[in-house]
């Protein structure tokens, strides 16, 4: 009984804001832009990195971050979460990126366009998003998968930034929304790499997605870096909020720093080898 008014009084507090209004639209809005140098040579590896900037709000915090701090520099690719325009093209400027980014709601409390964006040091050539299903239970509020093809050298990678709903969203519809974004990883991809914060609050959870995701070939090439909310020695908010998956890769290595100031999440990265096939 306590549990379901606490429950209620929780869906009144939330039902008191603004319903969000959402970009259901296939193709829109859509932003990109190109800053970046022309490609260089590639050396056969590249590095990821991953982070979720709280709603958008330290830009110039976390630009300093990702180009003064040794394990995020050089990054060839970078998968961003809770973006608005204005903070993705200024990152983009700043660090010489070409971008694609895509909103996926005007969010309810800060009036700023939400959403999912990619930053690569080399060519984009397509990209479109991929609307998760259920919304979220009182705001609903939708959530996005970003996908991206970028020409890394001769090999194409699917580069995907990602953000599912948190735990007001029962698991059996989080789960949905985890094995729509493999669903739509097209089978004959060789080179996939997906990353983003996917809101997994404990271990079994974080099972449950590498399970998924392994269905697809995709390994959790993340695993070992921890917790990535900042400020949690304890772990206690959860093991791995935020994940990066690859396929036709293999691990070089990964980490996180924990010196970054510009977010309530830890950025994490990979430097993954492309494994040549026939």
């Not at 209004?21 to 829109?28: G, Q, T, V, W």
């Not at 366009?113 to 259920?134: F, M, R, T």
């Amino acid at each position: 009984m306590l549990k379901k008014a606490f429950v209620l009084i929780i869906s009144l507090i939330f039902s008191a804001c603004s319903v969000v209004k959402n970009y259901e639209e296939p193709l829109a809005p859509r932003y990109e832009g190109q800053f970046a140098p022309p490609p260089r040579v590639f050396s056969g590896s590249i590095k990821i990195v991953s982070y979720n900037i709280k709603f958008g709000q330290k830009i110039s915090q976390a630009a300093a971050e990702l180009s003064n701090i040794p394990e995020l520099e050089d990054a060839d690719i970078l998968l961003l979460q809770e973006m608005d325009p204005k903070g993705v093209e200024t990152l983009a400027r700043k660090l010489q990126f070409n971008y694609i980014y895509y909103p996926g709601s005007l969010h309810f409390k800060y009036k700023m366009d939400y959403g999912d964006a990619v930053l690569s040091k080399w060519p984009i050539k397509s990209s479109h998003k991929v609307i998760l299903p259920h919304k979220h239970p009182v705001r609903r509020q939708i959530r996005l998968a970003v996908f991206a093809v970028i020409q890394v050298g001769r090999f194409e990678i699917l580069a995907s930034s990602v953000h599912t709903e948190v735990e007001w969203l029962p698991y059996a519809k989080r789960k949905d929304q985890f094995e729509t974004i493999v669903q739509n990883i097209p089978g004959d991809s060789k080179y996939v790499v997906v990353g983003g914060d996917l809101n997994t609050l404990d271990v079994e959870s974080v099972k449950s997605v590498e399970k998924i995701f392994s269905q697809a070939g995709l390994s959790r090439v993340s695993k070992g870096v921890g917790s990535t909310a900042r400020g949690d020695p304890t772990r206690v908010l959860g093991p791995e909020f935020d994940q990066i998956y690859a396929r036709g890769m293999t691990l070089v290595k990964n980490g996180k720093p924990r010196n970054t100031k510009a977010s309530d999440h830890l950025p994490i990265w990979v430097k993954l080898k492309i494994v040549e096939t026939g």
